[in-house]
């Protein structure tokens, strides 16, 4: 009877111990069930291969189920509306690029305003082109030639992303362009480039780089701060004395209003799957880079995009 009796008090004595081990080694668990990630765009594209990617790290962390869901009807505002007017309690996130800043200017009934960055989680830029037999050998030679032509500008829409950036890069260099729209994205503009439709476009380096590779264009200069993976030899316009930088970010929202304890949560979450082997994978074969920031500095640098954006939207529609 004694034996069973110390048996006893040692197994409730080891109990407590037991437990206060495991509430230190124990991850933050998502207090209120299943999270839904909500992305504007259909399977297969690059927010959507982002979020997936994701998925794995994040549902180990939140100890719940991440569950995705594609809503790319009427051009992404059925997904914005979801989040803008959902609780906010951080139980729906979504993803997106400067595409969600744009996305009201281009007659899309989104309130901006209505989003809470949660952590931004990738960067990418845009690169200067011009065709491949283009006479120019560095970005300044092109800058001087626009300085006594008026060079034909591919972009594909007017307040587009890479129409931003064209802007951006004009205002730098001190030149001025005339803008033609080749509507359906990167790939349009190129041929149009490679056929000397036009004498310059700007997309990012993954997409270019097949067509850079058989020589029908070539890069002058990649406009983020540093040199590019995947275009190690080309130098950044800031290297090359125009005072520009073009940073194409993707990163994760939920809805205003969100407490900070959730945020904070989520937040690392979302880091712990930036930092999975399978995100890691995805970043290494579309070229982008993994550019983490929490949901305090991705807030403070959103607004800034907000400002910038609404800049340069004002400048467009002056012209």
């Known amino acids: 009877m004694k034996r069973i009796g110390l ?4 197994a409730f004595g080891i109990l407590p111990l037991a437990f206060a081990t495991g509430a230190k080694e124990a991850k933050p668990k998502y207090p209120n069930g299943d999270v839904t990630f909500v992305n504007p765009n259909a399977p297969g594209g690059g927010n959507d291969l982002l979020m997936r990617a994701l998925i794995p790290g994040m549902k180990a962390y939140l100890g719940v189920n991440v569950i995705p869901v594609n809503k790319p009807e009427a051009r992404g505002a059925v997904a914005a509306m979801e989040i803008t007017n959902a609780k906010p309690d951080g139980q729906k996130v979504y993803i997106n690029s400067q595409t969600l800043l744009l ?13 809470q960055p949660v952590a931004q989680v990738v960067e990418d830029t845009g690169v200067v082109l011009v065709k491949g037999d283009a006479p120019y050998k560095t970005i300044q030679d092109f800058v001087e030639a626009a300085k006594k ?31 033609v729209v080749y509507s359906g994205g990167g790939t349009p503009m190129m041929t149009a480039l490679a056929a000397g439709e036009v004498d310059m476009v700007i997309v990012n380096p993954a997409e270019s780089k097949p067509l850079i590779d058989a020589g029908k264009i070539k890069p002058l200069a990649v406009m983020s701060e540093g040199k590019h993976p995947m275009l190690s030899q080309v130098p950044t316009c800031k290297e090359a004395g125009i005072p520009v930088t073009f940073p194409v970010w993707r990163g994760i929202f939920t809805t205003k209003g969100t407490p900070e304890e959730f945020l904070s949560i989520m937040d690392k979450a979302v880091k712990a799957g930036t930092e999975g082997e399978e995100f890691k994978k995805l970043v290494q074969t579309t070229g982008l880079e993994i550019k983490y920031r929490d949901h305090k500095e991705f807030t403070k640098f959103f607004e800034e995009q907000k400002e910038l954006t609404a800049q340069l939207m004002k400048e467009i529609s002056a012209k």
């Open 7 to 10: 048996i006893v008090i040692l």
């Open 103 to 115: 996305m009201p200017y281009g007659g899309i009934d989104v309130k901006v305003e209505g989003f």
């Open 149 to 179: 032509t008026k060079l034909k500008v591919a972009h594909n829409g007017s307040g587009s992303l890479w129409h931003l950036a064209a802007v951006m890069f004009a205002k730098a260099a001190k030149v001025d362009f005339q803008y």
